[in-house]
């Protein structure tokens, strides 16, 4: 494709640092070292420290993370878990696995859970709320809800795949509750080579379960202590992350640079509803996955910015999880998730963007509203 500017640039970020990654690939190689090496130990310990939790375990992907905490923390059959449909399927699908039901809540302006609906969605049944940290920032007013989960007796395990590094009121994402779950899928804030992800945890003896969990249900020797799965990070990975994650405070850094161009250029535009832009002060430090706003003419907008080589996306395709007939989850309301939905898009957001790119994104975008909103007008005000 002739695209001048890409959704995502996997090759450049490659490029970058190509000599690095491959000696750490010829070294692990070298050493044999494919099944829970001591890269996993150290990425484990590295991670725990980035985050701000005691440990971190781990495992295949992000969904294997979400699962097995829902599972340890004993959520199955009956229970309820309340969480968003504004997120990745896998957030739900996890939760019907273990023969749950998920419970959702609308979201709030910022896009996230609205925190002030959790209270009214509690039954007797629920169990867990699973709250998600998405494009790089925590649900507004985390503290409610860790008040709510206690006043209730509820699990909070934090889907946190979107937001590593981010921070509310000086605390991390994955820290809030029992645990928080963290992606490692190539196109995130930390990406490996393939699927990685963990878990993060202060329980010592909740870490203790998840690692016997992600391995087939053993301990330090063979001895088989519970019905596990394999769920293991490879030791590939975690040796590339050790390594990618000596960048990731300069990467973040860099997506709040951009998230700061696209606030100061495109917040006078009124058809347009950005994102809660970085601030130094305040709550939320955001670290910004996704760019993700709201546009009237969505669909103009995006033919506009195809047409001149600019790649978006919708997220998840445009729908919200109860929005796939397939899955059957029936009539829930959500007006805020529908209507957000219908205008929602993602502009390019990496650290390899560099200014010119994200300029012409921008003069685009402007000239679309500018110029093109008036034809547009004119020829729905004529159907
Ligand atoms: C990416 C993502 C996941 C799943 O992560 P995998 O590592 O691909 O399993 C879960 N939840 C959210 C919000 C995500 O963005």
Redo the contacts with the bound molecule.
């Keep these: 494709m002739n695209s001048r500017v890409k959704y995502f640039d996997y090759p450049l970020q490659y490029k970058i640092n190509k000599t690095e990654y491959i000696e750490i690939i010829e070294e692990v190689l070298s050493r044999g070292a494919y099944i829970l090496g001591k890269d996993i130990s150290k990425f484990e310990e590295n991670l725990a420290g980035f985050v701000g939790s005691k440990f971190a375990i781990g495992v295949g ?4 993370a ?1 699962l097995l905490s829902l599972h340890a923390a004993g959520i199955g059959a009956g229970d309820e878990v309340i969480t968003v449909s504004h ?2 399927v ?2 739900v699908e996890v939760i019907k696995f273990l023969g749950a039901t998920p419970v959702f809540v609308d979201i709030a302006d910022d896009h996230n859970m609205n925190i002030e609906l959790v209270e009214s969605a509690i039954t007797p049944k629920t169990k867990a709320i699973v709250p ?1 940290q ?1 494009n790089g920032r925590i649900c507004a007013s985390m503290d409610k809800l860790v008040d709510t989960a206690e006043k209730y007796n509820l699990i909070i395990i934090e ?1 946190s ?2 937001a590593i590094g981010a921070t509310y009121k000086g605390k991390g994402a994955g820290t809030f509750g029992l645990a928080g779950c963290f ?3 190539p196109a ?1 804030l930390l990406g490996t080579f393939g ?1 990685a ?1 963990a878990i993060v945890t202060d329980n010592e003896e909740f870490a203790e379960k998840l690692r016997m969990l992600r391995n087939h249900g053993r301990g330090t020797g063979t001895d088989i202590n519970l019905w596990g799965l394999n769920c293991r990070m490879d030791n590939l990975h975690a040796a590339i992350l050790n390594y990618k994650l000596t960048h990731l405070s300069q990467w973040i850094k860099r997506r709040r640079e951009i998230a700061e161009m696209y606030n100061d250029e495109l917040s006078g535009i009124r058809e347009l509803r950005l994102p809660p832009p970085p601030v130094n002060s305040g709550g939320h430090y955001d670290v910004f996955q996704n760019y993700e706003l709201e546009a009237e003419y969505r669909d103009n907008l995006v033919s506009h910015l195809n047409e001149r080589g600019i790649e978006i996306m919708l997220p998840w395709g445009g729908k919200g999880v109860h929005q796939f007939n397939a899955l059957g989850i029936g009539k829930v309301k959500l007006p805020k998730t529908e209507d957000f939905f219908k205008k929602a898009l993602m502009l390019p957001m990496y650290p390899e963007l560099n200014n010119n790119q994200i300029r012409y994104i921008i003069q685009v975008v402007k000239d679309f509203y500018g110029v093109k909103i008036s034809a547009i007008k004119t020829s729905l005000s004529s159907v």
């Design positions: 992907n992000c969904t294997d979400l997120t990745f896998a957030t998600v998405l889907d795949a979107q992606s490692f899928y995130k699927d992800g």
